[in-house]
């Protein structure tokens, strides 16, 4: 499939990062089946209640700095300079598809390059963010013009989505003729509507991801492996076509 569409897309969620040792959402044992979500990375802790916000915020950084991308977002990477992925879109914040390489994709939910404060807009790196946090009381870290509290790049639940990413990821499923999608589970709207905007068009669709999705019956390709091992198998066969 890869090697016969012109235009493929690749999609990719927590599962690609699993294989690093960053926890996705939803397998067993996934970073939700420890925190409740709605209450940790919500926009109302964030504003409420920020000591236990940056309590769970602040060892997560340096659990997701000290990641290193694994054979799947090499295999993204290489799949992008030989011109056969066209464009990368992630649901991660972990920026590992970056340090694999990969250039511009399309991070719809946000990223942990950043941090920001929505009261007035001051904006600072995340090594700063980091010092922030670590020399602050409490480890709330506090915007310099304003003192409200500063919250990093990553959307957080209850918070818009970014307008641009969402317009881009959509326009570029629309010129997809095939899109990969690498460990999601599509639970996540809008981004879980992607596959759907591919397949409308007559696109191919394909699915690497261990558990269930909801575009299984329609796939026109679904593996359940590994995304490190099928992916590095995939990149070699075809290499060998190309
Ligand atoms: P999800 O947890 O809902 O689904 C991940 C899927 O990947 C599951 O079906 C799981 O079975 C599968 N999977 C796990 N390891 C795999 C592997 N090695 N190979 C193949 N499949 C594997 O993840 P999602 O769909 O991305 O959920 C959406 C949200 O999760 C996004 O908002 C994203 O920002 C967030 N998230 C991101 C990170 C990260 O940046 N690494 C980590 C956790 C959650």
């Not at 066209?86 to 340090?99: E, F, V």
Request: glycine share 10%; proline share 5%.
């Amino acid at each position: 499939m890869l090697a016969e569409a012109e235009h493929v897309v690749v999609l990719t969620g927590a599962g690609i990062s699993t294989e690093s040792g960053i926890p996705d959402f939803r397998s067993t044992g996934g970073l939700w089946g420890k925190f409740d979500p709605m209450e940790v990375a919500s926009m109302s802790t964030f504003l409420h209640e920020p000591e236990r916000f940056w309590g769970f915020h602040r060892p997560r950084i340096d659990m997701l700095a000290g990641a290193d991308p694994n054979a799947a977002h090499k295999a993204v990477a290489q799949l992008q300079r030989r011109g056969v992925v066209k464009q990368l879109i992630t649901q991660n914040i972990d920026r590992l598809h970056a340090r694999a390489g990969s250039e511009d994709a399309i991070e719809v939910h946000g990223s942990l390059d950043s941090g920001c404060c929505i009261r007035c807009g001051h904006e600072v790196d995340i090594d700063e963010l980091v010092a922030m946090a670590d020399a602050a009381d409490d480890g709330v870290p506090r915007c310099p013009p304003c003192g409200f509290q500063m919250k990093s790049g990553v959307i957080l639940f209850g918070e818009s989505l970014p307008a641009e990413a969402i317009d881009r990821a959509f326009e570029a499923a629309e010129e997809a003729d095939a899109m990969l999608v690498v460990g999601s589970s599509l639970q996540v709207a809008p981004v879980s509507r992607l596959p759907g905007t591919v397949l409308r068009r007559g696109g191919m669709l394909a699915i690497l991801t261990e558990g269930p999705t909801p575009y299984d019956d329609e796939a026109h390709v679904r593996l359940n492996g590994k995304a490190g091992k099928q992916l590095t198998e995939a990149l070699a066969e075809l290499e060998a076509l190309l």
